[in-house]
């Protein structure tokens, strides 16, 4: 069984930073591609940001400039920098993992932690 864990989120104001740290654990024989999603209250997950596991890179283009996704692949750990938060950034971020194991090739997530900004 895998398991990611996600740390980090909590309450800034508005222009701050913050950084969401996603750890997978478990017997895990290789990640392909990790992500970052967030949903607001009343409206659908949106993918926020992914990495491929040779390091390319794509965002939705509010976060473009502000946000930056990266990952350890020796400690199985993908991160969002986020700078310049603004209000319409809350939402609970959920960090998702294409991981091979021996049963085969599966999507995990984890449980979600909140970010919220205050203008």
């Known amino acids: 069984q895998v398991q990611l864990v996600e740390s980090g989120g909590g309450l800034v104001q508005a222009g701050e930073s913050l950084r969401l740290s996603c750890a997978a654990s478990?017997?895990?024989?290789?990640?392909?591609?990790m992500g970052w999603y967030r949903q607001a209250p009343g409206k659908q997950r949106e993918l926020v940001a992914a990495?491929?596991?040779?390091?390319?890179?794509n965002y939705v283009d509010s976060v473009k400039g502000r946000f930056t996704i990266s990952r350890d692949n020796a400690k199985n750990t993908v991160y969002l920098q986020m700078n310049s938060l603004n209000p319409e950034d809350t939402a609970v971020y959920y960090c998702?993992?294409?991981?091979?194991?021996?049963?085969?090739?599966?999507?995990?997530w984890g449980q979600g932690t909140q970010v919220t900004v205050s203008s």
């Open positions: 998702n993992a294409n991981v091979y194991t021996i049963g085969g090739l599966n999507h995990y």
């Open positions: 478990g017997t895990i024989f290789f990640i392909n591609a």
């Open positions: 990495i491929t596991s040779g390091g390319s890179t």
